[in-house]
């Protein structure tokens, strides 16, 4: 089956840009969908699509692919974005097509 | 408002049989392009998908874990249910299910809370 690879860790500083990136071959086919996740609370979606925020979710938050690879963008990061970000496809890979694939996550550090 | 949550034992001991069952509101899952979803998370680690249902009974199991898996629906109760046979220690983890968008764009929104298994003699 497919994997989905991430940075396990990034940081920004207060304020700046910061690029969350995810590999995997079924990028080629699927769009990621992100998740963010703060201790002791569960996923809360923040990117599906081709660009998508669902109601509630910051516009400092924005998604893009490009070939095998989909980002998640928070430009003008906030404190609260501190968080684990995971991203989230579709297989696209012979007999585990229609399977679900995650990223192994990456924890976001604002300084 | 669509909300799940998940309910079972917290503890369960090595070989035992998990049953989770997660309950669905707000939306129905015979509708076309939803499934459920269940993901764990043991302490510490990553999000791992487990299986996903949809209304027409479709189902689908992570490879690694398919032998040991079984997901269930029960429409009239808006009830999901997932088994795992044979517990170890290693699925000590927070299992969380969720509803899942499959019909252009997909996604899972919105979770349940989880409820975390600890497999523990």
């Known amino acids: 089956s497919s994997e989905l690879t991430q940075d396990p860790a990034v940081s920004v500083a207060l304020g700046q840009t910061v690029r969350i990136t995810c590999q995997g071959d079924?990028?080629?086919?699927?769009?990621a969908s992100w998740y963010q996740q703060k201790p002791g609370q569960a996923p809360v979606l923040v990117i599906y699509g081709k660009n998508n925020r669902p109601s509630g979710i910051p516009d400092r938050f924005s998604g893009s692919s490009s070939g095998n690879t989909a980002s998640l963008t928070i430009t003008g990061a906030q404190a609260e974005d501190e968080a684990d970000y995971y991203c989230n496809s579709r297989d696209n890979s012979g007999n585990h097509l229609g399977n679900v694939l995650f990223g192994g996550g990456t924890k976001l550090t604002v300084l | 408002q669509i909300t799940l949550k998940e309910s079972g034992p917290t503890l369960v001991k090595p070989t035992q049989t998990l049953t989770l069952t997660c309950t669905l509101s707000?939306?129905?899952?015979?509708?076309?392009?939803?499934?459920v979803g269940w993901i764990r998370q043991p302490p510490g680690k990553a999000l791992e998908w487990l299986a996903l249902i949809y209304g027409d009974d479709d189902k689908r199991y992570s490879p690694s874990l398919k032998s040991s898996l079984t997901i269930t629906k029960d429409t009239s109760k808006d009830q999901v249910v997932l088994t795992m046979t044979n517990m170890d220690p290693v699925d000590t983890a927070t299992y969380y299910c969720?509803?899942?968008?499959?019909?252009?764009?997909?996604?899972?929104?919105?979770w349940g809370q989880g409820t975390l298994v600890t497999v523990s003699s």
């Open positions: 707000g939306f129905s899952l015979s509708t076309t392009g939803v499934g």
């Open positions: 969720a509803r899942y968008n499959d019909y252009t764009d997909k996604w899972f929104d919105p």
């Open positions: 079924s990028l080629r086919t699927y769009y």
